[in-house]
């Protein structure tokens, strides 16, 4: 089973003084972080656990039909 995830993504400042947001395919939680990161080559490992606070707290909506997982798109300001 798949689930589209619609995750805020924190961008420290001097970075970003915004933010952004990430629209994920995944099985799980799991699987929608390392989709992430591994898209996001400026995360530092030090922001990981925000990054899972927000997976945790996104919109997660059950998808119909069983899609490839992957990052739909991404907005990062």
Same mark, same amino acid.
């Given at each position: 089973? #798949? %689930?589209?995830? /619609? /995750? =805020?993504?924190? +961008?420290?400042?001097?970075? &970003?003084?915004?933010?952004? @947001?990430?629209? +994920?395919?995944? &099985? ?6 390392? @989709?992430?990161? &591994?898209?996001? =080559? =400026?995360? %530092?490992?030090?922001? %990981?656990? *925000? ?5 945790? *707290?996104?919109? #997660? %909506?059950? @998808? ?7 990052? /739909? ?5």
């Amino acid at each position: 089973m #798949k %689930y589209f995830f /619609v /995750v =805020d993504h924190f +961008v420290p400042f001097p970075s &970003s003084e915004y933010g952004g @947001l990430w629209n +994920v395919i995944a &099985s799980d939680t799991e699987e929608c972080f390392d @989709l992430i990161v &591994s898209e996001d =080559d =400026d995360m %530092y490992p030090e922001h %990981y656990g *925000k990054l899972r606070e927000n997976i945790e *707290k996104a919109n #997660k %909506y059950q @998808l119909a039909d069983e899609l490839e997982s992957q990052v /739909v798109e991404s907005f990062l300001t």
